[in-house]
């Protein structure tokens, strides 16, 4: 795991930061709420839209997620609340509650949530049994949270970093600005209103899974979970679990029929969703290439610690279409 250095035991403080910094104080000021003793943090750089640090602490392993996107209160707290209840459906993160019992606090005008720590690893090589266990729990997520709704904007959105960023003025070549900006023009053209849709995760990367023993364990950071049409979902395990992955074009073509065969025994496409299944996978590639765009110009413009991930490895995404 990446990570900058923060020990309690360190009489110096680190000047790095993620988006938010977090003294030593602050990080004992906020366990108190929590009634926990916190033995050593640290900051972790992965991920793209929030600040997260893991907590060692007299209980065990916590991560305190520390919330960027300027939302409301009672929007952040939706997705608490939907994650106590799909807990009993399938293994995800579970937030903590204060000694007041709450799941959500405020610090320093900043929303954060304490979430218990998942004994597991991110999954280093995608198999075929992982993409069966992908799918049935993707099939039960969006089963369960069929018409359920989030009532937030999600940030990964190709429509909101496409108007920010103005490619033209973006230092990357010019033939990656091209290809972007016709892909996007012939998927706006696509209407996904008619779908079936509830709760979606919307990040469901296999860094966002933990797996123990060759199994998976949880489905970890829900925060951008937003209600809109399922084959999002199931456009993102097939960009990112299958072709990012380069698997030849026979092996893809077989990995994409299992995960959806083991998506399907919990729950049936429509006829409308296998229509329009191509569109929704270049939209979650263009939300994705457009996301880590804007986040390189941030680092660069904050000095954030960020994992680096580059832009230009998902553009072979785009070669399907």
């Given at each position: 795991m990446l990570k900058f250095r923060e020990k309690l035991k360190e009489e110096k403080e680190e000047d790095m930061a993620v988006y938010t910094y977090l003294s030593k104080e602050d990080i004992n000021n906020i366990a108190k709420e929590y009634d926990l003793v916190v033995y050593s943090f640290e900051g972790i750089p992965e991920g793209?839209?929030?600040?997260?640090?893991?907590?060692?602490?007299?209980?065990g392993r916590f991560i305190l997620r520390v919330l960027e996107g300027n939302r409301s209160f009672e929007s952040e707290k939706e997705e608490l609340d939907f994650l106590l209840e799909l807990n009993k459906i399938i293994p995800c993160t579970i937030p903590c509650e204060t000694k007041s019992g709450e799941t959500l606090i405020r610090y320093n005008n900043k929303l954060m949530s304490l979430f218990y720590y998942i004994d597991g690893e991110k999954i280093?090589?995608?198999?075929?049994?992982?993409?069966?266990?992908?799918?049935?729990?993707?099939?039960?997520?969006?089963?369960?949270?069929?018409?359920?709704?989030?009532?937030?904007?999600?940030?990964?959105?190709?429509n909101y970093y496409f108007k920010k960023l103005n490619l033209s003025?973006?230092?990357?070549?010019?033939?990656?600005?091209?290809e972007i900006s016709k892909l996007y023009n012939k998927l706006s053209k696509i209407d996904f209103t008619s779908l079936p849709q509830g709760i979606i995760h919307n990040d469901i990367f296999p860094d966002n899974v933990f797996v123990k023993d060759g199994k998976i364990v949880g489905i970890l950071d829900f925060n951008d979970a937003t209600t809109a049409?399922?084959?999002?979902?199931?456009?993102?395990?097939?960009?990112?679990?299958?072709?990012?992955?380069?698997?030849?074009s026979i092996q893809e073509r077989e990995c994409i029929k299992i995960f959806l065969d083991a998506y399907e025994s919990i729950r049936k496409l429509t006829s409308k969703e296998r229509e329009l299944l191509d569109m929704g996978i270049l939209k979650m590639a263009l939300a994705f290439i457009l996301v880590r765009i804007d986040r390189l110009i941030v680092r660069k413009e904050e000095n954030a610690l960020i994992e680096q991930k580059s832009y230009k490895e998902l553009m072979l995404l785009l070669k399907y279409f």
């Open positions: 793209i839209l929030n600040s997260n640090y893991l907590l060692n602490t007299d209980r280093e090589k995608i198999t075929t049994d992982y993409l069966k266990e992908i799918g049935i729990l993707l099939g039960k997520l969006h089963k369960f949270s069929e018409n359920k709704v989030i009532s937030r904007k999600t940030r990964i959105d190709e003025s973006v230092n990357i070549p010019k033939g990656d600005i091209d049409p399922f084959i999002f979902d199931i456009g993102i395990v097939i960009n990112f679990w299958i072709r990012i992955k380069r698997f030849d």
